[in-house]
């Protein structure tokens, strides 16, 4: 069965300093992969998405994910980050292949910020 | 235009009783889904609407939820004989169509069964 996790519940960085954020699936045939950002009180909005081609997808706000066949893997970076980034991070997969509003989500991580 | 929009943002209700929560999705989506998110998890598949149809309600926990999309835009989520279980953030979304549309979520209403 399809999975998505994320290994890392929390998270804390200082302004400024790079981020990575771990996820890790389990599909299949090839993922259509997605990360998303909730901020307290808001609708999930997509960072970025990963269907085919270029394996280093770039997204909103600076952030970029690099899908890795070998490890399983979408992980999400920042080189810089901002206090505005504070938020929680969903990184999800598509359970069927071309439809990609019924998604697996992980646990999410929260990212806090130091100043 | 305005974003996905879900009414009431907070409901609290007793256990046993029924209750209705409503999404507005952006004008001229087609597809429409309904998640729900419990505490510290991520937000879970429940059902999706192409259009008035229930195309996939694999995910309905329990013959105690059914959404209904009658004219192919407004949709309700309809839960009876709430349970303390059923306590979550449940999100609508909606997109343009079945494929590789971006989805558009919604705020949530936030349901405490007490």
């Known amino acids: 069965a399809q999975s998505v996790t994320q290994p890392d519940i929390h998270i804390t960085v200082s302004e400024g300093a790079s981020l990575e954020l771990r996820c890790n699936y389990s599909?299949?045939?090839?993922?259509?992969l997605f990360w998303y950002v909730q901020s307290p009180g808001q609708g999930l909005q997509l960072l970025l998405k990963y269907f085919s081609g270029d394996t280093l997808v770039q997204g909103i706000k600076g952030f970029e994910a690099e899908f890795k066949r070998s490890q399983s893997s979408f992980n999400l970076r920042k080189p810089s980050v901002h206090w505005s980034d504070a938020a929680e991070y969903f990184c999800a997969v598509a359970q069927i292949s071309g439809n990609t509003g019924k998604l697996i989500f992980g646990q999410g991580t929260t990212l806090q910020v130091k100043p | 235009g305005a974003g996905v929009s879900q009414t009431p943002s907070n409901k609290v209700t007793e256990k046993g009783k029924y209750v209705e929560l409503r999404c507005d999705p952006i004008s001229g989506h087609t597809a429409l889904y309904w998640y729900r998110q419990s505490l510290g998890q991520g937000p879970e598949f429940l059902i999706y609407?192409?259009?008035?149809?229930?195309?996939?309600d694999s995910g309905l926990p329990n013959d105690r939820f059914f959404a209904v999309r009658p004219e192919g835009s407004v949709s309700t989520l309809k839960i009876q004989r709430t349970e303390r279980g059923d306590s979550a953030v449940y999100l609508c979304?909606?997109?343009?169509?079945?494929?590789?549309?971006?989805?558009?979520f919604g705020n949530g209403t936030r349901l405490t069964v007490t």
């Open positions: 609407f192409q259009g008035t149809g229930a195309a996939d």
């Open positions: 599909y299949g045939a090839t993922p259509y």
């Open positions: 979304a909606s997109s343009l169509d079945r494929g590789n549309s971006p989805l558009h």
